[in-house]
């Protein structure tokens, strides 16, 4: 999850990683149901995401490189 706080004030971790499997549960039951109301995500083709890959690409690899 995305530490907002320390962006702003540059303390703290800029991300945090869930191990909790009950909130893990919750915050994937509470998606699952955020997608079925349309008005709550955007759809994006394949050249908006090449896009925002390039813009957030250390941010995608950081996070996907995470113990």
């Given amino acids: ?3 907002y706080s ?3 004030t540059g303390i703290g971790p800029h991300l945090y ?3 909790d499997k009950e909130l893990i549960r919750i915050i994937n039951a509470s ?8 008005t709550l995500y955007r759809e994006y083709n394949s ?3 090449e896009q925002l890959l390039e813009k ?3 941010l995608i690899y ?3 490189h995470m113990a």
């Fill in 1 to 3: 999850m995305k530490n």
């Fill in 6 to 8: 320390a962006y702003e």
């Fill in 17 to 19: 990683i869930i191990h």
């Fill in 31 to 38: 998606t699952a149901l955020s997608l079925k109301n349309p």
């Fill in 47 to 49: 050249e908006a995401l």
């Fill in 56 to 58: 957030y690409k250390s």
């Fill in 62 to 64: 950081r996070m996907m």
